[in-house]
């Protein structure tokens, strides 16, 4: 069964940047069918999707974040991570990790990974 | 940029009722929608792809359908377990984005 753990600081500076990591078990992060994504969710706030990565390293990213957001694949540690630059307390999210089905069809996550919660704040 | 809307915000039932969740796209998306269901403090969990396809484990009573514009997630008996937040999400071809719907909130009454 297919499992996603996200892992970093909880509590992130103004102006820092923020870093997670995704870690994928019981599947591997190489498999050819699916990219792996990240969505946020501000406190009692919906859902934005921040950006996905294929096991080749190709990306791309929500245009209203792509200046600051950068994501990539450790593909022998069956990880990838996402680094959001110059933060403030509108970052503040849970953030998760899911992979990402999709191609001729349409897109969509599952599993999801539990979240974690950055807090932007000094 | 894509935007779904979803309604109503928050929808009131009982269980047993039937629940019927709308989602409209500002342009077509074909049948790429897919359907979430979170609980609080929970992630959210996949329960229809490509706008009428059950997740793997999704109860028969959960169905999507619609395409183009016009989306709806039905449960057709509502259970205990139902009531939480639901939001769809479609991806456009370019720009290559993803959106989500700001979500319906199915509470009980």
């Known amino acids: 069964q297919l499992q996603l753990q996200e892992s970093g600081p909880g509590l992130v500076k103004p102006s820092e940047t923020l870093s997670l990591t995704c870690t994928v078990s019981?599947?591997?992060?190489?498999?050819?069918?699916?990219?792996w994504g990240w969505i946020r969710q501000p406190p009692g706030k919906g859902l934005e999707w921040i950006g996905s990565?294929?096991?080749?390293?190709?990306?791309y990213y929500n245009p209203s974040l792509k200046s600051r957001v950068t994501i990539s694949v450790d593909t022998s540690k069956n990880q990838f991570s996402l680094k959001l630059s110059s933060v403030t307390a509108a970052d503040t999210a849970v953030y998760y990790c899911?992979?990402?089905?999709?191609?001729?069809?349409?897109?969509?996550?599952?599993?999801w990974g539990q979240g974690t919660l950055v807090t932007v704040s000094s | 940029e894509i935007v779904l809307t979803q309604s109503p915000a928050t929808l009131s039932l009982s269980p047993g009722e039937r629940a019927t969740l709308s989602c409209r796209a500002s342009?077509?998306?074909?049948?790429?929608l897919a359907w979430y269901q979170q609980k609080p403090g929970q992630a959210p969990r996949l329960l229809i792809y490509?706008?009428?396809n059950r997740a793997t484990g999704i109860p028969a009573r959960f169905s999507g359908s619609g395409s183009g514009t016009d989306f709806t997630l039905t449960i057709s008996s509502l259970e205990p377990e139902d009531f939480a937040v639901y939001y769809c999400?479609?991806?456009?071809?370019?720009?290559?984005?993803?959106?989500f719907g700001q979500g319906t909130r199915l509470e009980i009454k």
């Open positions: 019981g599947g591997s992060i190489s498999s050819s069918s699916y990219y």
């Open positions: 342009q077509s998306v074909s049948s790429y």
């Open positions: 999400q479609q991806r456009s071809n370019w720009p290559p984005e993803i959106t």
């Open positions: 490509d706008a009428s």
């Open positions: 990565i294929y096991y080749s390293g190709s990306t």
């Open positions: 899911a992979r990402h089905s999709g191609g001729n069809s349409g897109d969509w996550f599952d599993p």
